[in-house]
């Protein structure tokens, strides 16, 4: 299990096609989460075993998603590499 750190290869923004949907995947294994304009609207730790990736949320939710060919799938959604 890969706990966010310099060499994981998936640390850095996530979003959405619209933008909308924004994470932020940290290398210290936490996250934060935009909505829209709300900044930091979910935050929580992360890890990455391969390319699946689980979600903790500092509120209990849990969530969990896959990198295939460049791109997260996450909760039925689709998200890109911004930077």
């Avoid at 995947?25 to 709300?38: C, I, M």
């Avoid at 990198?67 to 997260?72: C, Q």
Wanted: hydrophobic residues 30%; glycine residues 14%; proline residues 4%.
């Amino acid at each position: 299990m890969t706990v966010g750190s310099p060499s994981n290869p998936y640390v850095g923004t996530w979003a959405t096609g619209d933008g909308h949907i924004r994470h932020t995947l940290l290398p210290n294994g936490r996250y934060d989460e935009a909505r829209g304009r709300r900044e930091s609207a979910y935050q929580g730790r992360y890890a990455v075993t391969g390319d699946h990736i689980d979600y903790w949320d500092d509120t209990g939710f849990t969530a969990d998603g896959e990198f295939r060919d460049g791109v997260l799938h996450h909760a039925g959604m689709i998200f890109y590499r911004t930077k």
